[in-house]
Each structure stands twice: as structure tokens, then as C-alpha cells.
């Protein structure tokens, strides 16, 4: 079926139900002679008369009548079949996958999922932790979690959390051994734990920044990982400098067992963000998530 032969039909029916032109047209929102061209149009290509016009009143003729009979069913069921699928496109259930960060997924996603899914019963989360930048929409995700500096420019991106902030440190028991740095370029002199980047094995060189001041520092030492969390023991046993996320030595920097090194040249920089590629018909468990991120981190700045 064509779009105006659906249109001339529903009109068709419009007619018989309001009892004249006038009433039926007002509904449909044309003039009375626009809908009395749709039906001779539809008429004519019937090969019949579907209604019996008299200068007071309209009634369907006798194929109008089992046209009708016919019709209404159909429409109805073509009705109910578009509200099915409206409602359904408004109602907050279905999957939400999202790929991650692992320390994302720790330290800022898992706080989240329990009161969202507390508020959102029909919602199930399907997250994947890895450390490689993927390709969200051809591996299948609504949505991927990375720091800001990691998005494609042509990314709806929402900050997830704060500012992060990274720290240089080590054990008393370290720097008793081997002195204390006082720049980056001194670190080059010492046992650092490296970190190696598991999207593509390259060893990530330290950043630093001071006012205007930038650079990278390409560290050497016994232990190179691709867990940084498993550094925070290593380093906490005087076996070397390491490099870590505040929130994640902030505990051992307040007990004394680690000292903090150089904290004027590690500035805070955007940290993590939920992304996803188009503001066009968001699905409704992605943006009930992002509504949820919104609130908590109006909340947490609060």
C-alpha cells in the first residue's frame, strides 16, 4: 500500500464516521473540497462508488460498506502495531552495553550500576572491561568510557566523575636508599615501575607539567606491568618509584607508608567521560544512563 492510498483509505473512514465531508475534514485538518478530491481520486481508482452523497447527508454505499468491514480491523491492528512499538521506544527497558577501562569501571563506573538499576529494574547492563580504544559501534556498544583525550572528535561525550590527577611516589625506605628526586628529568636516575599500554605495547612515558612548562619522561627500572594496580604493593615495599592515579595511593600517601614526589609538576587534567556516537534517537536505557550520570555529577559537585 502506498502512503496516499493509506492516507485516502483512513480518510474514507474518517467520512463515515463523522456522517459528512465537513466534520471529517475539520478532523483530518484539510478543506472539505481537498478531502471530497481524495475520495473521487480513490474512487476512481476503486472502479466503484464507496459513498452515497445527497446535499444533506453521506452514507456508505454497499462496497462501501464491506470495504469498511474490511477496513476497520485492519487500521485498527496497523494502530495498535505503531503505539506498540512508540511505547516500547519510550519505555526504559532493554540492554546497555559498555565498554570500559578496567580502573574506570572500578573506581567510577561500579559505585554507579547498583542505585541505576535500583531506579531502572528493566534495564540490564552488559559491560566489558578493556584497555584498548575500540571501535564502540562496530564491536556492538550503546556507549564506552575513556579519558578525554582518548575521544574521537565526532563523540557526544559526558564527563563521568571529576578532574584526575596523577602522583609520583615511593617509600621512605626508597628514597633512604637512593636520595629523593626533585625534577622529572632525576627520574631517569632511578628504579621506576613502567607501565605498558595494552592497546599497543608501547611503554608510557611519564607526564608533567608546570604553568607552561610540559614534558615526557621515558623511565627505566625492574618492573614493567599492565596492571598499574598491582604497583601500588610493589611500590609500597621500596622496590621503586612509581606513577599512579591519586585516588588510588591516596591511603597509603596518608599513613605515611608512601611520600609524594614533585607534586607542582603533576597538574589535574580531565578525566573520564562516557561517550556514544549520536544525539539522534538515543536509546532509552543509554539516555536514562546518562541522565543518571548527569544528576551524580551535579551531586558529587555539589
Not at 574521537?152 to 559526558?158: L, N, W
Amino acid at each position: 500500500m502506498r502512503g496516499s492510498d493509506h492516507a485516502a483509505l483512513r480518510a474514507f473512514v474518517a467520512i463515515v464516521e463523522h456522517g459528512n465531508f465537513a466534520r471529517a475534514a475539520a478532523n483530518l485538518g484539510m478543506s472539505p473540497s481537498a478531502l471530497s478530491q481524495i475520495i473521487r481520486t480513490l474512487e476512481d481508482k476503486l472502479g466503484v462508488r464507496l459513498l452515497n452523497r445527497t446535499t444533506r447527508s453521506v452514507a456508505p454505499s454497499e462496497a462501501g460498506i464491506k470495504l469498511l468491514a474490511r477496513l476497520r480491523p485492519a487500521l485498527a491492528e496497523l494502530d495498535a502495531a505503531v503505539s506498540e512499538i512508540v511505547e516500547a521506544g519510550q519505555e526504559i527497558s532493554g540492554t546497555l552495553r559498555i565498554n570500559t577501562t578496567r580502573i574506570a569501571a572500578i573506581h567510577y563506573l561500579a559505585r554507579l550500576i547498583g542505585p541505576f538499576l535500583n531506579a531502572h529494574p528493566k534495564v540490564s547492563l552488559d559491560i566489558v572491561t578493556d584497555e584498548r580504544l575500540v571501535d564502540i559501534v562496530a564491536s556492538g556498544f550503546d556507549a564506552g568510557i575513556r579519558l578525554g583525550e582518548k575521544l574521537e572528535k565526532d563523540m557526544v561525550a559526558v564527563r563521568l566523575g571529576g578532574e584526575l590527577k596523577m602522583q609520583v611516589v615511593a617509600a621512605p625506605a626508597y628514597l633512604e636508599r637512593f636520595g629523593t628526586p626533585v625534577h622529572p628529568r632525576e627520574l631517569r636516575e632511578h628504579l621506576c615501575l613502567g607501565y605498558r599500554r595494552p592497546s599497543d605495547g608501547s611503554l608510557y612515558r611519564w607526564e608533567f607539567e608546570r604553568g607552561k612548562e610540559k614534558l615526557e619522561v621515558a623511565v627505566s627500572g625492574p618492573l614493567v606491568v599492565t596492571e598499574p594496580e598491582m604497583l601500588i604493593e610493589v611500590v609500597r615495599s621500596g622496590a621503586g618509584i612509581s606513577y599512579l592515579f591519586d585516588h588510588q595511593v591516596r591511603a597509603p600517601l596518608e599513613s605515611g607508608e608512601l611520600v609524594q614526589l614533585m607534586p607542582d609538576w603533576t597538574a589535574a587534567f580531565p578525566g573520564f567521560f562516557i561517550y556514544y556516537p549520536s544525539r539522534h534517537q538515543i536509546a532509552p536505557p543509554l539516555r536514562a544512563f546518562l541522565d543518571f550520570v548527569g544528576k551524580d555529577s551535579h551531586h558529587s559537585a555539589r
